[in-house]
């Protein structure tokens, strides 16, 4: 997996803080409970120490855990979402907000010109009964009367394969049936970067059915973005086993994308969570929660 990541070299705009803690998590040298237990031998029961039911690994942090699910997890995938549905709506003119993570969207909602229409979280009508039938975004291109049907997850990094063959049968029967009931060529198009960041070969043919314009990279690093702060959240400023990999330079991102980690995390009332910064908004479950780009750097490790 790691050839699809070249050891980062998709993130060079990242700040050091953050490219430190991807190599932390996919070297396994995150100082969790389960770590604590297994490597260190200390009196620990390696439990998180959030749901108290998994072991407390790197992995389980970053998309394991349920007591994250329905906030840190849903922003991150709502962040790759936003920026997807915004690249599509430029391309096809439909009126966008000039920077991506302007954008203020309430889900679910539909945009439409004579071009295209884009709907987002909005649940397909079938004849039958179709289980899985809201994909993350449907995309009609009129004009070549293609539909994609888009999902984007961001899954363990061991998993990225096996979360594409996922989505593509999970829709199946959706894409049968839109293309008989619309009159149009539908496709699935699974989206899947891996929680550091990494992601497969398979996502630059999936991204070209789209639109080429849109940046895989930018994919990568809002991903990685995201993952590190939940990590920095959880286990404060003991993230990392050896203190050679040091934070020091969180609050000087120079990318042109936010690091807008700014919800409420509702589900971290442990007295074991460091106290979190830059509280400012509030997540509003899954389908909701849209951000703005409310602080311009990520304060976590000042606090
Ligand atoms: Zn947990």
Not at 38 to 64: F, N
Not at 125 to 131: A, E, G, H, L, S
Not at 138 to 146: A, L, R, S
Not at 229 to 236: A, D, P, S, T
């Amino acid at each position: 997996m790691r050839e699809h990541n070249s050891r980062l070299l998709w993130c060079h705009t990242l700040d050091q803080g953050t490219v430190s803690s991807i190599y932390a998590i996919q070297d396994q040298a995150v100082n969790t409970k389960q770590h604590q237990r297994d490597i260190l031998k200390a009196p620990v029961d390696g439990k998180c120490r959030l749901c108290v039911t998994k072991d407390e690994s790197a992995q389980h942090i970053i998309s394991g855990c349920e007591k994250l699910a329905g906030t840190y997890y849903v922003n991150r995938h709502n962040n790759l979402v936003q920026y997807i549905y915004w690249c599509l709506a430029r391309k096809h003119n439909i009126d966008v907000s000039p920077l991506w993570w302007h954008e203020n969207m309430v889900q679910p909602q539909i945009k439409e010109n004579n071009q295209a229409k884009i709907l987002w979280e909005m649940p397909v009508q079938t004849d039958i009964t179709v289980r899985h039938n809201r994909p993350d975004l449907i995309y009609i291109d009129k004009t070549n009367n293609k539909t994609f049907l888009i999902d984007i997850t961001v899954p363990s990094d061991y998993n990225i394969g096996g979360k594409e063959i996922e989505k593509l049968s999970k829709y199946h029967l959706l894409k049968t049936e839109v293309s008989r009931l619309w009159n149009t060529q539908a496709t699935v198009v699974p989206i899947v970067v891996g929680a550091t960041g990494i992601v497969a070969k398979s996502i630059n043919k999936y991204i070209e059915k789209l639109d080429a314009s849109i940046d895989i990279t930018i994919l990568q690093k809002q991903a990685a973005l995201h993952t590190t702060n939940i990590l920095r959240k959880v286990l404060g400023d003991t993230v990392f086993v050896n203190n050679a990999h040091t934070l020091n330079s969180t609050t000087q991102n120079t990318t042109q994308q936010p690091e807008h980690i700014s919800q409420s995390p509702h589900t971290l009332d442990r007295s074991d969570i460091h106290t979190l910064a830059t509280q400012t908004q509030t997540v509003r479950g899954r389908t909701r929660g849209r951000r703005r780009r409310d602080t311009h750097t990520d304060t976590i490790q000042s606090q």
